[in-house]
């Protein structure tokens, strides 16, 4: 199984600063055809996920501009440009290449 | 609106089983693949299963393999996922997903399954 790894596990930031979120999988996430399967998603509370980034670097329709992603390879990172309280919550990277897909254990992001 | 709408959780005793429902709304159902993840109270998120968009080919984790089964109906729009001999350790929020290039770009609200005696 690929495994997917986050750092840091939380982190708290004053609204109006940026924060970064790394995300290293065990493999390349690369399809064969070109793509990269990685996404992004956040999970507020008391909410169900909602993906933010999608093949790697693909914001999602709705997506505040704040949030970017990027990286290549095992290496990944979600970027937020100024935090705003409703950012709060988990963020979850994710892997879609190969089952079983696989999640890394989350970033709990906090308002100061 | 598009929207997934989960149904068919509840408390249920080990060895027991019980069948999730997913409604799908707003979009070409049958033109997804679609899969369950699950989120045991607490927790993070945990893949369980796919099914491809004619229902022909599905996938599971090793841990529900044998167990749980994914189905579909396309002309009621709705995926399903039959589970059996259910495990205390199955607890969890069950989501159906939908499937953009490996991602999951819909969620539902989830559906709370217990297992407990």
């Known amino acids: 199984d690929i495994v997917m790894t986050q750092s840091p596990l939380s982190l708290s930031v004053t609204p109006g600063e940026p924060a970064s979120i790394s995300c290293r999988s065990s493999q390349s996430p690369l399809h064969s055809n070109g793509k990269t399967f990685f996404s992004w998603y956040l999970q507020k509370p008391g909410q169900s996920p909602q993906v933010l980034i999608c093949?790697?670097?693909n914001r999602a329709s709705g997506v505040p501009d704040r949030f970017s992603g990027s990286g290549s390879g095992t290496e990944f990172t979600l970027k937020i440009s100024r935090v705003e309280a409703e950012d709060v919550g988990v963020y979850y990277c994710m892997q879609g290449l190969q089952t079983p897909y696989t999640f890394g254990p989350g970033t709990k992001l906090e308002i100061k | 609106d598009v929207q997934l709408v989960e149904s068919g959780g509840g408390l249920v005793q080990p060895g027991g089983s019980l069948r999730l429902s997913c409604a799908a709304s707003?979009?070409?159902?049958?033109?997804?693949?679609m899969h369950w993840v699950r989120q045991a109270p607490g927790r993070g998120l945990v893949w369980v299963s796919r099914i491809n968009e004619d229902g022909r080919t599905t996938t599971y984790a090793d841990s529900v393999r044998g167990r749980f089964t994914i189905f579909r109906d396309n002309a009621k729009n709705t995926l399903y996922l039959q589970m059996n001999s259910l495990r205390v350790d199955d607890t969890a929020v069950y989501y159906c997903t939908r499937d953009l290039a490996g991602g999951q770009d819909l969620w539902g609200q989830g559906t709370l399954v217990t297992v407990s005696s």
């Open positions: 093949l790697g670097s």
């Open positions: 707003g979009y070409t159902f049958n033109t997804y693949w």
